[in-house]
């Protein structure tokens, strides 16, 4: 049996120089959105905003625990805590520069940020739970970026890449709080 050849995908017709030029002249208040982009803006603002609030609700829960968890197994959970919730902030951070880029409005906004994200602000009594919490909200945010990365493929590579570099964090954090959960069996907050 032979494999059937695969037509090739014709090329993308370059633009010429002045063509460019000019286009670039053409709704310049836009920013950095052509006339060649090719997302839905507006959904991917919304989505935008969506993951905005997951990672504020995530920075929130894991503040929280880290004032909250003692013990010795506690204080490696709380350093661990802290610097997840500091990159949350930073990928908050990126996702409402990207808003700003693209022409809307990075949503704030504390009414309603849990209904916007994807995650909920549950809390653990016992550190154990703590970082159950944490993993589960991290399996979520892996999940809903891989979604998003697919929904906008070639669309906006600019936005796509951004989202791809924060899953890639997600998912580490994801094997931190695995590694923390097995570690922490059986201890409490205190």
Do not use: W
Request: proline share 4%.
């Amino acid at each position: 049996m032979s494999a059937i050849p695969k037509t090739p995908q014709p090329k993308p017709v370059l633009a010429d120089v002045q063509t460019l030029r000019d286009e670039a002249r053409r709704h310049v208040e836009e920013g950095a959105v052509t006339e060649r982009y090719c997302a839905d803006r507006d959904k991917v603002l919304e989505m935008l905003n969506e993951a905005l609030a997951t990672e504020l609700v995530c920075v929130l829960r894991y503040r929280h625990d880290y004032f909250v968890a003692r013990g010795l197994k506690g204080k490696v959970a709380a350093g661990e805590f802290l610097e997840h919730a500091n990159e949350e902030m930073a990928h908050a951070d990126q996702i409402a520069e990207r808003i700003m880029q693209l022409g809307g409005e990075p949503n704030f906004n504390p009414s309603g940020l849990v209904d916007r994200s994807h995650s909920e602000y549950r809390l653990g009594t016992t550190l154990q739970e703590m970082i159950r919490e944490n993993l589960v909200a991290e399996r979520i945010a892996i999940d809903s970026y891989r979604q998003m990365v697919q929904y906008l493929g070639n669309d906006d590579p600019t936005t796509r890449r951004m989202l791809e570099e924060i899953l890639a964090t997600e998912e580490e954090h994801a094997d931190d709080l695995a590694d923390l959960l097995q570690d922490s069996a059986g201890s409490s907050v205190s």
